[in-house]
């Protein structure tokens, strides 16, 4: 169940023109051209695409419950919010999407991780 909300919040990211070619897209986010994707990278690319602030609704630099909850996953919010407060910021968000993605737990996602994650979301929300 939780893989399935994953997923679903992975396709609404990815549903970007960023991700249109992913290739392309994991390509620019890996800064150190070293073929993974480092969590940094992930966050930074992520950043730049402007996924939060549609989610961040009210554009406190936050997304509350109400705001997370639209888009129904309240539950993944509660795993997510590492200091408790209620609200996913930024790294919450992207690091929780992030970590469930990194299969190996090496702290880092390679071009067949990001492919897996772009499959997913894209096919089998």
């Known amino acids: ?34 073929g993974q994707l480092t969590e940094k990278e992930f966050l930074q690319g992520a950043r730049a695409t402007g996924w939060f602030e549609r989610w961040d609704t009210n554009g406190d630099g936050f997304i509350g419950s109400e ?6 996953f309240e539950v993944q919010l509660r795993e997510w919010d590492a200091d408790g407060d209620g609200k996913l910021s930024f790294d919450e968000l992207f690091r929780g999407v992030y970590r469930h993605y990194d299969e190996d737990g090496d702290g880092s996602w390679t071009l067949g991780e990001w492919a897996d994650v772009v499959d997913h979301a894209w096919f089998n929300p």
Not at 67 to 72: A, L, M, N, P
């Open 1 to 34: 169940m939780h893989r399935a909300r994953a997923l679903a919040v992975a396709a609404l990211l990815l549903g970007s023109p960023v991700a249109a070619d992913d290739q392309r897209t994991f390509t620019q986010w890996d800064q150190s051209r070293d």
């Open 67 to 72: 705001e997370f909850h639209r888009v129904g």
